[in-house]
């Protein structure tokens, strides 16, 4: 009897400890750690709104790193996405870019991501989040070109908008709604396919992180990622280039940071200055990363997501 009275308390103790949830880690995950993680429970997880949840976290090891994740319900009623469409005079040569080497046509406008996310919203669209998207060009001094062109597959609702370009692989929404990666050829169907967007390459493939062919170099990533269910997306931004902030991440650790969240396969966006994430709380909107220099850049293309509300009756 005494035996059982002393053993309870310990008991309790031990599931307390066993019933609390994981700390947020200080460190980047080892390559060597083959399975997710990270516990979406944490109390340091903050939820958006239905279907999107998110935390911002400072590793510390191997170098000081600040980044925002974000977890989103693909099931969540009412949710949609939206893509940056084309611009007035797509199909035009481009008036600002030098054709000589390279022929550049207009596809879209540079837009900043604060714009995109405020003027879907302006439009009455509850749009919750907006992030950076493919790579473009032409990117070469002065760096302020209006237009964007080269941006891989870039499909807005049914609108075919870039082509695809080098083989880059894209998160695909389809008719359906369900979402994929996908390497896209010119000369595929893609009558199935409602929206599209493209990365620089895939980092992370049924859970095994991927071989990065070129040289590493510490910046601000993003990066998307999909559980192997596809019922869960992955948005991670990476703050870089900033030092006694955070140094940023080589494309490798992007990787393995977005597989310890819980993505089974992920794509290297556009990074570097373009980098941005933007939230809406219904009240007001929430900027989730820093810029060197506090500049914010205007990219090719930005990804949104829309949580439809149902009507007032």
């Known amino acids: 009897m005494k035996f059982t009275i002393y053993l309870l308390p310990v008991l309790l103790m031990l599931s307390t400890l066993a019933a609390e949830p994981q700390s947020v880690p200080?460190?980047?995950?080892?390559?060597?750690?083959?399975?997710?993680?990270?516990?979406?429970?944490?109390?340091?997880?903050?939820?958006?709104?239905?279907?999107?949840?998110?935390i911002k976290m400072k590793l510390t090891s191997p170098r000081l790193i600040a980044l925002c994740a974000v977890k989103i319900d693909l099931r969540t009623p009412g949710?949609?996405?939206?893509?940056?469409?084309?611009?007035?005079?797509?199909?035009k040569p481009m008036p600002d870019a030098d054709q000589?080497?390279?022929?550049?046509?207009?596809?879209?406008?540079?837009?900043?991501?604060?714009h995109f996310i405020g003027e879907s919203r302006k439009a009455g669209e509850n749009m919750v989040l907006a992030v950076n998207g493919p790579p473009w060009g032409p990117w070469k001094a002065p760096w302020t070109h209006?237009?964007?062109?080269?941006?891989?597959?870039l499909i807005s609702d049914k609108v075919l908008v870039s082509y695809p370009h080098r083989?880059?692989?894209?998160?695909?929404?389809?008719?359906?709604?369900?979402?994929?990666?996908?390497?896209?050829?010119?000369?595929?169907?893609?009558?199935?396919?409602?929206h599209a967007i493209s990365g620089f390459v895939q980092i992370v493939k049924d859970g095994k992180l991927l071989k990065i062919q070129k040289k590493e170099s510490l910046a601000p990533r993003t990066a998307y990622g999909l559980d192997s269910a596809r019922k869960t997306m992955y948005i991670l931004v990476i703050d870089g280039r900033q030092p006694g902030y955070s140094n940023?991440?080589?494309?490798?650790?992007?990787?393995?940071i977005i597989r310890f969240l819980g993505a089974d396969d992920a794509l290297n966006m556009d990074g570097g200055g373009s980098t941005t994430l933007f939230l809406h709380d219904r009240k007001k909107l929430l900027k989730m990363n820093s810029y060197r220099f506090g500049l914010e850049r205007t990219v090719g293309a930005n990804l949104g997501v829309i949580i439809d509300l149902p009507s007032k009756k």
């Open 100 to 114: 000589k080497r390279q022929k550049y046509t207009i596809r879209t406008a540079r837009r900043k991501t604060r």
């Open 167 to 194: 083989n880059r692989p894209s998160f695909v929404v389809k008719d359906d709604g369900s979402c994929d990666f996908m390497h896209i050829a010119k000369d595929a169907d893609i009558s199935q396919i409602r």
């Open 146 to 153: 209006k237009y964007a062109d080269h941006m891989g597959l």
């Open 79 to 91: 949710m949609r996405f939206k893509v940056t469409g084309r611009d007035k005079d797509w199909g």
């Open 26 to 54: 200080a460190a980047i995950p080892s390559a060597e750690q083959n399975s997710a993680s990270f516990d979406w429970k944490n109390p340091e997880v903050k939820q958006l709104c239905s279907g999107v949840s998110y």
């Open 248 to 256: 940023g991440c080589t494309v490798g650790e992007t990787a393995r």
